[in-house]
């Protein structure tokens, strides 16, 4: 079995067209492309070319030969699926597919709001037409979304993806006006005036709420909070994150839910050498939590956790790095692959003392969060077993009555993320989501990602996202509907107009802009060997990403701790 597709897969099907034999799947249009947790390689077709490692754009597809211990049980699965899939249609698919050219003709200017993975793949599908330009407009001077600011830390593979995105950055065409919050310093009216589409991929940053007793009290925060917080995300970074209790309990045992397990229980030396916030770090490294007990309301078959994030923590497990206690609540465990792993893991021998827990419980629904005498601190979870019934077709966890105090002073409500309204959009309160057609909101404006589909899929599941508002977006330019009825030059004119009223009043930083933040950050990184050191603080990212000039790489090495290991590698590069 040559190649094999590894954890870090984001998903977006690169590697698919790439195939000569056709033999990785769930490709786009099949069956359960949007729902996979991954690719897979047919043990039995490939050929072991490699095309699909080199389109691979977060390193995921690697052969078999050069699988690393953590990575082995990746072969097993990738196998496993085509015994259940088989696909037996080995006809190749394109390996350039055909490329739709736009009868309209341009040029067309389209204003991409929001710079996260659903909206740089909308700008890579508009720059494929050499008629089209694109600003990308972000609230925060970075961009990247979530791929910065929610993947976890020590996940650095799946990362790599901003590869891709400088990629897409570096075409002809591609702009940004980042640290611009459309909304408030410019508004729908304003951008339909000046661009002749307007997409919206905005995310779903809010977190859904448990709604049981005590879940405001300090030490209950949402799990959208905490992992910008770890992450640097400026508006979580002052989040007061209290590590001084033994047992955390995380509520909801979604992949979400497993990083923020890891990132509590990892040891601190590892994520120093990731790009966790620096603050955050500091906060973790004096933490006392020994224990997160991650809890499922439904059973081991419905964990919302998908297989390759479970094979990750397995392995820290063999590497007796974490000790992992699943604890089904009397379920016995069934042959899905998911099942599977549990069962693995639950085999294991206990490792030394002193290792760290996370605990997969499951049929376990909270009901109250338990507050101090005077009611301001968590001092506990109160919670309740369930048991299974099918309504309607689907697994659902009933009350029993059988409830438990589980002392922690820090719950993460990690239940999913919720969109909200957007100005000048319409909304559904019931999905989260802005209501479209095949992302079309109305003629000129569209949506992508999450504020469409909801939080749902991976990095890679952009890809097919955008694909699809791209293909109705040019079906109206193509009819020359656009997002308003002023006439190409005029718009131009105003497009500049905005451009620079947006560089004088609100600070918007262009791509070099945010080429010098980056350069800045990742040399940071290299003096502490680390990936990047993110610059926190929003002033002094301003600053750097203007060409002002900070500190100096030296000064930061001496001001940092480990300054005096960091010194002395630069000096051994000297000598
Ligand atoms: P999620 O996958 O939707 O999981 C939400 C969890 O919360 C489920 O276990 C759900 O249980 C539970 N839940 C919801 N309401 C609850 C309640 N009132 N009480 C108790 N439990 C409740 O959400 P997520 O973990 O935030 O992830 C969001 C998306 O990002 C997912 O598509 C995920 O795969 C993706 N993601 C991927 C990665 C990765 O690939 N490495 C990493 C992070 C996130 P029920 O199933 O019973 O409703």
């Known amino acids: 079995m040559p190649y094999v597709v590894t954890q870090s897969c984001c998903a977006d099907a690169s590697c698919v067209v790439a195939c000569p034999v056709n033999c990785l799947h769930p490709a786009p249009g099949e069956p359960g492309f949007a729902e996979a947790e991954m690719l897979y390689v047919d043990p039995d077709s490939c050929v072991d070319c490699g095309a699909c490692a080199t389109a691979c754009p977060v390193d995921a597809v690697v052969p078999h030969t050069a699988l690393t211990p953590d990575q082995e049980p990746f072969r097993q699965?990738?196998?496993?699926?085509?015994?259940?899939?088989?696909?037996?249609?080995?006809?190749?698919?394109?390996?350039?597919?055909?490329?739709?050219?736009?009868?309209?003709?341009?040029?067309?200017?389209?204003?991409?709001?929001?710079?996260?993975?659903?909206?740089?793949?909308?700008?890579?599908?508009?720059?494929?037409?050499?008629?089209?330009?694109?600003?990308?407009?972000?609230?925060?001077?970075?961009?990247?979304?979530?791929?910065?600011?929610?993947?976890?830390?020590?996940?650095?593979?799946?990362?790599?993806?901003?590869?891709?995105?400088?990629?897409?950055?570096?075409?002809?065409?591609?702009?940004?006006?980042?640290?611009?919050e459309v909304g408030r310093d410019v508004r729908l009216a304003e951008l339909a005036g000046a661009y002749d589409a307007v997409v919206y991929a905005v995310g779903a940053s809010a977190d859904r709420r448990l709604d049981v007793p005590g879940e405001d009290l300090a030490g209950s925060?949402?799990?959208?909070?905490?992992?910008?917080?770890?992450?640097?995300?400026?508006?979580?970074?002052?989040?007061?994150?209290?590590?001084?209790?033994?047992?955390?309990?995380?509520?909801?045992?979604?992949?979400?839910?497993?990083?923020?397990?890891?990132?509590?229980?990892?040891?601190?030396?590892?994520?120093?050498?990731?790009?966790?916030?620096?603050?955050?770090?500091?906060?973790?490294?004096?933490?006392?939590?020994?224990?997160v007990v991650v809890l499922g309301r439904r059973g081991p078959a419905q964990a919302a956790f998908t297989v390759p994030e479970l094979v990750g923590l397995r392995g820290l497990a063999e590497a007796g790095r974490l000790e992992v206690v699943v604890d089904t609540g009397g379920e016995a465990l069934g042959t899905t692959p998911r099942e599977r792993v549990l069962a693995e893991i639950a085999a294991l021998p206990r490792p030394a003392a002193g290792t760290p827990r996370v605990v997969l419980r499951f049929l376990t629904r909270p009901v109250e969060v338990l507050g101090d005498a005077a009611g301001e601190r968590v001092t506990g979870l109160r919670v309740e077993r369930t048991r299974l019934v099918e309504v309607d077709g689907r697994v659902t966890a009933v009350a029993t009555g059988l409830t438990e105090d589980l002392a922690t002073g820090l719950v993460v409500r990690s239940v999913g993320y919720r969109g909200h309204p957007v100005t000048d959009l319409p909304y559904d309160d019931v999905t989260g989501t802005v209501p479209h057609e095949?992302?079309?909101?109305?003629?000129?404006?569209?949506?992508?990602?999450?504020?469409?589909?909801?939080?749902?899929?991976?990095?890679?599941?952009?890809?097919?996202?955008?694909?699809?508002?791209?293909?109705?977006?040019?079906?109206?330019?193509?009819?020359?509907?656009?997002?308003?009825?002023?006439?190409?030059?005029?718009?131009?004119?105003?497009?500049?107009?905005?451009?620079?009223?947006?560089?004088?009043?609100?600070?918007?930083?262009?791509?070099?802009?945010?080429?010098?933040?980056?350069?800045?950050?990742?040399?940071?990184?290299?003096?502490?060997?680390?990936p990047r050191v993110k610059v926190l603080d929003p002033g002094e990212a301003a600053a750097i990403a203007r060409g002002g000039r900070d500190r100096s790489l030296r000064d930061y090495a001496v001001r940092t701790p480990g300054a005096v290991v960091a010194r002395g590698r630069r000096a051994a590069r000297r000598g």
């Open 438 to 530: 095949r992302g079309r909101v109305r003629t000129g404006v569209y949506v992508a990602g999450w504020v469409k589909r909801g939080p749902t899929g991976f990095i890679g599941t952009n890809k097919t996202d955008a694909q699809e508002t791209v293909e109705v977006l040019l079906d109206d330019l193509d009819v020359g509907h656009r997002a308003d009825a002023v006439d190409g030059p005029a718009a131009r004119a105003r497009r500049t107009d905005l451009r620079r009223r947006l560089r004088r009043e609100s600070g918007a930083l262009d791509l070099a802009a945010w080429r010098r933040l980056d350069a800045e950050e990742r040399r940071r990184g290299e003096v502490l060997g680390r």
């Open 221 to 291: 925060v949402a799990a959208t909070d905490l992992v910008g917080w770890y992450n640097g995300h400026p508006d979580r970074r002052a989040l007061a994150v209290d590590l001084s209790h033994e047992r955390a309990v995380v509520v909801g045992n979604g992949n979400v839910a497993l990083d923020v397990a890891r990132v509590l229980t990892l040891d601190p030396a590892v994520l120093a050498g990731t790009d966790v916030s620096t603050e955050a770090l500091a906060v973790l490294r004096t933490g006392g939590v020994r224990e």
């Open 77 to 180: 699965l990738n196998a496993d699926y085509f015994a259940v899939f088989p696909h037996r249609d080995r006809t190749p698919l394109a390996v350039v597919p055909r490329q739709r050219r736009l009868r309209a003709s341009g040029p067309f200017a389209v204003a991409v709001v929001g710079a996260g993975p659903a909206g740089l793949q909308v700008a890579d599908e508009l720059l494929r037409h050499p008629e089209v330009t694109v600003d990308v407009l972000d609230r925060l001077p970075t961009p990247y979304g979530l791929v910065r600011s929610g993947v976890a830390p020590d996940h650095q593979a799946t990362k790599q993806v901003e590869r891709l995105f400088a990629m897409i950055e570096d075409q002809p065409g591609f702009g940004y006006l980042l640290g611009v």
